[in-house]
């Protein structure tokens, strides 16, 4: 039973009780009603006689009269006490009653604005999922045709060479097989120098530039020099160089040993890089990197690309999935970046 409730009940009781109450009050008046015209009986019979004792019995039935007069009288006084303290427990009832139905009332009202809020919040985030996603839709079908993957390979002949070749056609061969197949734009450059990347760039302006190579733990890149020993690039100059890119450049990778840092750095600049934090071998190397451009082909974001090309390295069971490692640029989410558009 709610407290309201059980004040309305207390409310009822109390009103019976003054019924009652009243009913008893009005017997009692009646009682008195009855006496008084006992007495005036009395005495007109008192008045007719003219015997001494009929009259001392008359007198004598008088008193007895009054004194059931004053008995009722002070029933009624009693009742009336009653009464008036059954009718300040009824108006001490009707006030909580009165409060406790404000109370409720403002409950409600608060329920309600709040009810009206979180509607109002519902539909407001409603609203901007559905033009969150108008966005994200109208930023795929405004996606390139073509994308163009500017792949720059250098393996000094004073290096481990790397069989950076079959990494090559490993690529290819993923971006044949794919949905998108013809939206890939895949130019190689062999032996890099350093004074190449800048060239390359502007005259393919990639959307993807891949180097493929060693690197040092020292975050430098091991580049081509003029007599085909090694040149190394440090790490700012590399950032540097993808500061002042092409605008269409979205994504670097590293395919190169400790590249982290390098990757980290670059997506400064760009939207997302791809590093490794260890040495890497060859052959996990190039199966990462062909199903990761193999996932792009088919439309999938950087994210679920980068996630597939990580699957592959368990599938073929080779342990180094946990070596490259996917870079965002801040404020930015992997899994809303897209290359292509799926409904290509």
């Given at each position: 039973m709610?407290?309201?409730?059980?004040?309305?009940n207390?409310?009822?009781?109390?009103?019976?009780k003054?019924?009652a109450?009243?009913?008893k009050?009005?017997?009692?008046?009646e009682?008195?009603?009855?006496?008084?015209?006992?007495?005036q009986s009395l005495?007109?019979?008192?008045?007719?006689?003219?015997?001494?004792s009929?009259?001392?019995?008359?007198?004598?039935?008088?008193?007895?009269?009054n004194?059931?007069?004053?008995k009722?009288q002070?029933?009624?006084a009693?009742?009336?006490?009653?009464?008036?303290?059954f009718?300040?427990k009824?108006?001490?009832?009707s006030?909580?009653i009165?409060?406790?139905?404000t109370k409720?009332s403002?409950?409600?009202q608060?329920?309600t604005?709040?009810?009206?809020?979180?509607?109002?919040?519902v539909m407001?985030?409603?609203?901007?999922?559905?033009?969150?996603h108008?966005?994200?839709?109208?930023?795929?079908?405004?996606?390139?045709?073509?994308?163009k993957?500017?792949?720059?390979?250098?393996?000094?002949?004073?290096?481990?060479?790397?069989?950076?070749?079959?990494?090559?056609?490993?690529?290819?061969?993923?971006?044949?097989k794919?949905?998108?197949?013809?939206?890939?734009?895949?130019?190689?450059?062999?032996a890099?120098r350093p004074?190449?990347?800048?060239?390359?760039?502007n005259?393919?302006e990639?959307?993807i530039?891949?180097?493929?190579?060693?690197?040092?733990a020292?975050d430098?890149?091991v580049l081509?020099?003029?007599n085909?020993?090694?040149?190394?690039?440090?790490?700012?100059?590399?950032?540097?160089a993808?500061s002042?890119?092409?605008?269409n450049?979205?994504?670097v990778?590293?395919n190169?040993?400790?590249?982290?840092?390098q990757?980290?750095?670059?997506?400064?600049?760009?939207?997302?890089a791809i590093?490794?934090?260890?040495s890497?071998s060859d052959?996990?190397?190039?199966?990462?990197s062909?199903q990761?451009?193999?996932s792009i082909?088919?439309?999938h974001?950087?994210?679920?690309?980068?996630?597939?090309a990580?699957?592959a390295?368990m599938l073929?069971?080779?342990?180094?999935?946990?070596i490259?490692q996917?870079?965002v640029?801040?404020?930015?989410?992997?899994?809303?970046?897209y290359l292509?558009?799926?409904?290509?």
């Amino acid at each position: 039973m709610s407290l309201l409730d059980s004040y309305r009940n207390s409310f009822q009781d109390y009103s019976k009780k003054i019924s009652a109450s009243q009913i008893k009050k009005s017997k009692e008046s009646e009682n008195i009603s009855k006496e008084n015209s006992r007495i005036q009986s009395l005495q007109r019979q008192i008045r007719n006689s003219n015997s001494l004792s009929t009259v001392t019995s008359k007198m004598r039935e008088i008193e007895r009269c009054n004194s059931n007069i004053a008995k009722f009288q002070a029933n009624i006084a009693k009742i009336e006490k009653e009464i008036a303290s059954f009718e300040n427990k009824k108006n001490e009832y009707s006030k909580k009653i009165t409060n406790e139905e404000t109370k409720i009332s403002k409950q409600n009202q608060l329920k309600t604005d709040r009810a009206n809020r979180e509607q109002a919040r519902v539909m407001a985030n409603l609203s901007n999922s559905v033009r969150i996603h108008d966005i994200e839709i109208k930023k795929l079908k405004e996606l390139p045709k073509k994308i163009k993957v500017l792949f720059m390979a250098s393996n000094p002949r004073d290096q481990h060479q790397l069989s950076l070749d079959i990494e090559v056609r490993s690529i290819e061969e993923q971006i044949l097989k794919a949905q998108h197949r013809d939206s890939i734009v895949f130019e190689s450059k062999w032996a890099v120098r350093p004074g190449d990347i800048l060239h390359y760039m502007n005259t393919c302006e990639p959307t993807i530039v891949h180097f493929s190579g060693h690197g040092s733990a020292n975050d430098e890149l091991v580049l081509m020099g003029n007599n085909d020993e090694t040149r190394l690039v440090s790490l700012d100059a590399i950032v540097q160089a993808m500061s002042v890119a092409n605008d269409n450049l979205r994504l670097v990778f590293f395919n190169t040993c400790f590249s982290y840092n390098q990757a980290s750095r670059v997506t400064e600049h760009v939207e997302c890089a791809i590093g490794m934090i260890q040495s890497i071998s060859d052959e996990a190397a190039q199966k990462f990197s062909a199903q990761f451009y193999s996932s792009i082909s088919f439309g999938h974001s950087i994210q679920k690309s980068f996630n597939q090309a990580k699957a592959a390295l368990m599938l073929e069971g080779i342990d180094e999935m946990h070596i490259p490692q996917l870079y965002v640029k801040d404020g930015l989410s992997a899994d809303d970046i897209y290359l292509l558009s799926a409904d290509d």
